[in-house]
């Protein structure tokens, strides 16, 4: 693998695991306690994020193995665009999955799915939600980028 794409590999696991980080000191009184937070606050909203950038490093790291850089402006929404036309709107993802898990089907196009809406969940949950109310979010943000890594991660490992 391109030591640029494993940067972004190795990016995006460090993304999930802040989701899971967060997520759980949201739900622990005893490490709050320790570090001198609230015992109220959560991280919900932050763990969100976090997973969404889990997708998105993933995203930028299999573009990468078509020698496709995408950058600022826009570097979100040109990283979902270029990945949707390279590996969904191709094939080339669906087949690729298809011939790694010989048994279980994996559609890209869930993966697209899975991409789209935590891009969505990302701006409403950071921008327009209270903290508290996320917890129900983050959990399937952390379930969809745990997914997605799964998923890349393999096609990667794959390619070398």
Same mark, same amino acid.
């Given at each position: 693998?391109?030591? #640029?794409?494993?940067?972004?590999?190795?990016?995006?696991?460090?993304?999930?695991?802040?989701?899971?980080?967060?997520?759980?000191?949201?739900?622990?009184? #005893?490490?709050?306690?320790?570090?001198?937070?609230?015992?109220?606050?959560?991280?919900?909203?932050?763990?969100?994020?976090?997973?969404?950038?889990?997708?998105?490093?993933?995203?930028?790291?299999?573009?990468?193995?078509?020698?496709?850089?995408?950058?600022?402006?826009?570097?979100?929404?040109?990283?979902?665009?270029?990945?949707?036309?390279?590996?969904?709107?191709?094939?080339?993802?669906?087949?690729?999955?298809?011939?790694?898990?010989?048994?279980?089907?994996?559609?890209?196009?869930?993966?697209?799915?899975?991409?789209?809406?935590?891009?969505? #969940?990302?701006?409403?949950?950071?921008?327009?939600?209270?903290?508290?109310?996320?917890?129900?979010?983050?959990?399937?943000?952390?379930?969809?980028?745990?997914?997605?890594?799964?998923?890349?991660?393999?096609?990667?490992?794959?390619?070398?």
């Amino acid at each position: 693998m391109d030591s #640029k794409a494993e940067m972004f590999v190795k990016r995006a696991k460090t993304e999930l695991d802040s989701a899971e980080i967060l997520f759980q000191a949201s739900e622990s009184k #005893k490490l709050k306690a320790s570090l001198n937070i609230d015992e109220d606050a959560t991280f919900f909203s932050g763990a969100i994020s976090h997973a969404y950038y889990t997708i998105f490093y993933c995203a930028k790291a299999m573009l990468l193995t078509k020698n496709i850089q995408t950058d600022a402006p826009e570097i979100h929404k040109k990283t979902f665009d270029e990945f949707k036309r390279v590996f969904i709107e191709t094939g080339l993802l669906d087949v690729k999955l298809l011939m790694i898990y010989k048994e279980m089907i994996v559609r890209a196009e869930s993966l697209l799915e899975i991409y789209k809406a935590e891009k969505k #969940k990302r701006g409403d949950f950071t921008y327009n939600t209270i903290p508290q109310a996320n917890k129900e979010p983050a959990q399937e943000s952390i379930s969809n980028a745990k997914e997605f890594f799964k998923h890349c991660n393999a096609y990667l490992l794959s390619k070398n």
